[in-house]
C-alpha cells in the first residue's frame, strides 16, 4: 500500500482528494491537516510513502513545513510533493530547494493525481519535460550560486554528465540510452552524485546542476 498524508488549509480540496486516492486498491490516506505544523507532526506519528502539501497554508506555510520533514532523519522516506493554484512560481522554486520532491498543480485530471503519486512513491521526482522547462526559465535570470558550484568538484566527471541530463528531464532508461550503459548503472551514477551532493531526490539535482552553472538554461527558440 502507499501511504499518503494531506496537507491542505480547504475541506473541500482534502475531503476530494481522500475520494480519489482511496478509490483505487493500492493507496491509503492515513491522515490528514488543515496546517503545515500539523502536518509535520502527523508525518512523524506516520512516516506516509507520500506527503501531498499546499503552499500557503496558516500556522505554518508549506515551504518551512517540507523544509523540517526533508530535515529530519527519521522522516527520510516521506516524499513531499507540493500542491499549488498557479503553476511554477517562486513558492515552488523555494519548495524544491527546501526538499519537495516535485509539485502539482490543483485542478489537474484525476488520473493525473494518481499516476503522480505512484510517481513519488518510488522516489521519482514530478518534473515532466514541460514543468522542466517552467522551471529552467527561473533560472534565466538568476546567476550562478557558488556554494553549487563548489559542490560539484565531488563529483567525477561521468556523475556530472549524469546529472545534466536528469536536468535536461532524461530518466535513467534514456540516460542510459544516450551514455550507452545500462540502466543499473546509470541508476548508480544518479544515486551517488545525490549521495555526494546530499541531495533528496532528483528534483534537487535538476535544482543544483542549474544554480551551480552546470546546466545552462535554454532560451525559448533554442531547443
Same mark, same amino acid.
Given at each position: 500500500?502507499?501511504?499518503?498524508?494531506?496537507?491542505?488549509?480547504?475541506?473541500?480540496?482534502?475531503?476530494? +482528494?481522500?475520494?480519489?486516492?482511496?478509490?483505487?486498491?493500492?493507496?491509503?490516506?492515513?491522515?490528514?491537516?488543515?496546517?503545515?505544523?500539523?502536518?509535520?507532526?502527523?508525518?512523524?506519528?506516520?512516516?506516509?510513502?507520500?506527503?501531498?502539501?499546499?503552499?500557503?497554508?496558516?500556522?505554518?506555510?508549506?515551504?518551512?513545513?517540507?523544509?523540517?520533514?526533508?530535515?529530519?532523519?527519521?522522516?527520510?522516506?516521506v516524499h513531499v510533493v507540493?500542491?499549488?493554484?498557479?503553476?511554477?512560481?517562486?513558492?515552488? +522554486?523555494? @519548495?524544491?530547494?527546501?526538499?519537495?520532491?516535485?509539485?502539482?498543480?490543483?485542478?489537474?485530471?484525476?488520473?493525473?493525481?494518481?499516476?503522480?503519486?505512484?510517481? @513519488?512513491?518510488?522516489?521519482?521526482?514530478?518534473?515532466?519535460?514541460?514543468?522542466?522547462?517552467?522551471?529552467?526559465?527561473?533560472?534565466?535570470?538568476?546567476?550562478?550560486?557558488?556554494?553549487?558550484?563548489?559542490?560539484?568538484?565531488?563529483?567525477?566527471?561521468?556523475?556530472?554528465?549524469?546529472?545534466?541530463?536528469?536536468?535536461?528531464?532524461?530518466?535513467?532508461?534514456?540516460?542510459?540510452?544516450?551514455?550507452?550503459?545500462?540502466?543499473?548503472?546509470?541508476?548508480?551514477?544518479?544515486?551517488?552524485?545525490?549521495?555526494?551532493?546530499?541531495?533528496?531526490?532528483?528534483?534537487?539535482?535538476?535544482? +543544483? @546542476?542549474?544554480?551551480?552553472?552546470?546546466?545552462?538554461?535554454?532560451?525559448?527558440?533554442?531547443?
Amino acid at each position: 500500500m502507499i501511504r499518503v498524508l494531506l496537507v491542505d488549509d480547504q475541506p473541500l480540496i482534502r475531503a476530494g +482528494f481522500r475520494a480519489l486516492l482511496e478509490s483505487e486498491d493500492d493507496i491509503e490516506v492515513v491522515g490528514e491537516a488543515a496546517d503545515g505544523a500539523r502536518g509535520v507532526e502527523l508525518a512523524a506519528e506516520h512516516v506516509p510513502d507520500v506527503a501531498l502539501v499546499d503552499v500557503q497554508m496558516p500556522v505554518l506555510d508549506g515551504i518551512e513545513a517540507t523544509r523540517r520533514i526533508a530535515t529530519d532523519p527519521r522522516l527520510a522516506g516521506v516524499h513531499v510533493v507540493i500542491l499549488t493554484n498557479y503553476g511554477v512560481d517562486e513558492y515552488v +522554486f523555494n @519548495a524544491l530547494r527546501a526538499g519537495a520532491g516535485g509539485f502539482l498543480v490543483k485542478d489537474m485530471d484525476p488520473g493525473d493525481l494518481i499516476a503522480a503519486v505512484r510517481v @513519488a512513491a518510488r522516489g521519482d521526482a514530478l518534473l515532466s519535460p514541460g514543468i522542466t522547462r517552467k522551471l529552467i526559465s527561473e533560472f534565466v535570470s538568476r546567476p550562478p550560486d557558488g556554494l553549487s558550484a563548489a559542490g560539484m568538484d565531488v563529483l567525477t566527471r561521468r556523475e556530472r554528465e549524469v546529472v545534466a541530463l536528469v536536468a535536461r528531464g532524461l530518466s535513467n532508461d534514456e540516460i542510459a540510452g544516450y551514455m550507452v550503459i545500462s540502466p543499473t548503472t546509470a541508476k548508480t551514477h544518479v544515486s551517488r552524485a545525490m549521495v555526494k551532493l546530499r541531495a533528496r531526490d532528483r528534483a534537487q539535482l535538476v535544482v +543544483f @546542476a542549474y544554480e551551480s552553472g552546470l546546466v545552462a538554461p535554454r532560451h525559448p527558440g533554442t531547443g
